[in-house]
């Protein structure tokens, strides 16, 4: 599981982010291209990746469902271990976004 992954996320029409993220050893960090940076946790269960990730950016950075950021903002994911392999969604201030990630590369231990 420990690899490097893109990120494209869609919250309104027209209204795209791309970025990369870590994902491995319980572990979640990463950066997109407006700006914004993730931290977070995840734990493997029953087929499941549950975590939380917390996302900050500058205040006044644009979200992709259309409001400002005003503050970090707490990301809940409860995806399948094979979450590749469909587009997710994450509930961001009460709006859906829609995630899709692709496999980079291993990252050596």
């Known amino acids: 599981m420990s690899a490097l992954y893109t990120i ?11 970025g990369s ?3 491995g050893h319980g572990s979640i960090l990463g950066a997109d291209a407006g700006g914004g940076r993730y931290q977070g946790t995840y734990q493997e269960a029953a087929g499941r990746l549950k975590g939380t990730v917390l996302l900050t950016a500058a205040p ?3 979200l992709v469902t259309g ?3 005003t503050g970090p903002i707490e990301l809940s994911i409860d995806w399948p271990d094979t979450f590749t392999q469909q587009v997710q969604t994450v509930m961001v201030q ?3 976004v829609r995630v899709a ?3 980079v590369g291993n990252i050596p231990v």
């Open 8 to 18: 494209t996320y869609e919250g309104l029409p027209a209204s795209v982010g791309w």
């Open 21 to 23: 993220l870590y994902i």
């Open 60 to 62: 006044g950075t644009p």
């Open 67 to 69: 409001q400002p950021v």
């Open 94 to 96: 009460g709006h859906p």
């Open 101 to 103: 990630l692709e496999r």
